[in-house]
């Protein structure tokens, strides 16, 4: 399958448009730490997910796209990895050297998002995995006060039904909280737990945009980067933090009220998720099937 072909007025200014667009959240977490400011919410884009803000800078057309050269030679893609130059200048991703390297993660990425889209949203967990971190904890995870209190936090834990289906998130529990969730996910059992109304597997998107750049397109690692902040951002307000001094109104899920802030919140998320992940399997396909 022939490439398409991108003249270099339109791809120059998608990639001006992408780093203009990516500044908004590498520019002031970049301010942070210059002042050596840790921030409880955002950090998380940036450390617990591995992507570096000069990766996220740079532009990638995605898989099946070239990039004809402008007059200053081929585009800067030429010279990074998985891509190559052909006879007419145009740079394009390698696919068979892109899956010679990453064909196993692809083919990962493929069947959990598809069987993650496979299953109904759901939506009864309230949040309550960041709770669970810090069930009976001695030392708190982030250096903001509990709004609950410890042992508030710790009856509200015991007091409701845990039912985490993320594994990434169920690591994380206190040796206490384990055995109070009802599922005990594992790595093994990743593909078959996964649902499209968890928060941290909307928020993974963004992780598995970046396992599969360069073959994803700078838009929908944008995409899915900017969702991924919003549903971080419901993530610690729905958590026992007390986050008011940093700006984040908190979402009670201790209460009738905030379980069905919550929930509304989760539910269009997961319908935001789906399209993005849509697009995700979208780009294996057109990897791995030619």
């Known amino acids: 399958m022939r490439p398409d072909v991108l003249p270099a007025v ?15 959240w590498l520019t002031p977490h970049a301010e942070r730490r210059r002042r050596g400011e840790a921030h ?7 450390t617990y997910y591995s992507e570096t ?7 990638h057309p995605g898989a099946g796209v070239a990039l004809a ?15 190559a130059t052909g006879d007419d200048g145009a740079v394009t991703l390698d696919r068979t ?10 083919r990962f990425v493929r069947d959990l998002l598809a069987a993650t889209a496979s299953r109904p949203a759901s939506t009864g967990c309230f949040g309550l995995h960041e709770w669970a971190m810090v069930h009976r904890a001695d030392e708190q995870r982030h250096a903001v006060p509990l709004r609950l ?3 508030g936090t710790d009856a509200v834990v015991e007091g409701s039904t845990i039912r985490c289906t993320h594994y990434d998130a169920f690591r994380f529990f206190t040796p206490s909280a384990v055995g109070l969730n009802r599922l005990q996910p594992t790595r ?3 593909v078959d737990l996964e649902q499209p109304g968890c928060l941290h597997a909307t928020m993974d998107l963004y992780k598995w945009a970046c396992k599969l750049a360069p073959a994803v397109a700078g838009d929908l690692v944008a995409d899915c980067f900017e969702l991924a902040v919003e549903v971080r951002e419901l993530d610690m307000r729905a958590s026992p933090y007390d986050l008011r001094a940093c700006g984040y109104a908190p979402v009670p899920i201790e209460t009738p009220e905030g379980r069905a802030e919550y929930v509304a919140a989760q539910r269009g998320f997961a319908r935001r998720g789906a399209g993005l992940r849509g697009r995700l399997i979208e780009v294996c ?6």
Not at 12 to 20: D, L, N
Not at 53 to 59: C, E, F, V
Not at 69 to 83: E, F, I, N
Not at 285 to 290: E, K, Q
């Open 10 to 24: 339109e791809w120059t200014a998608r990639a001006a448009a992408h780093r203009e667009r990516m500044a908004t």
């Open 149 to 151: 209190g410890q042992e």
């Open 97 to 106: 050297a892109f899956l010679a390297d990453r064909g196993d993660t692809a």
């Open 285 to 290: 396909d057109r990897l791995l099937d030619g």
């Open 53 to 59: 803000p000069s990766r996220l800078r740079r532009w």
């Open 188 to 190: 093994a059992t990743q």
């Open 69 to 83: 050269p402008g007059p200053d030679g081929p585009a800067p893609h030429a010279d990074w990895r998985w891509y």
């Open 40 to 46: 409880p919410v955002l950090d998380f884009l940036f």
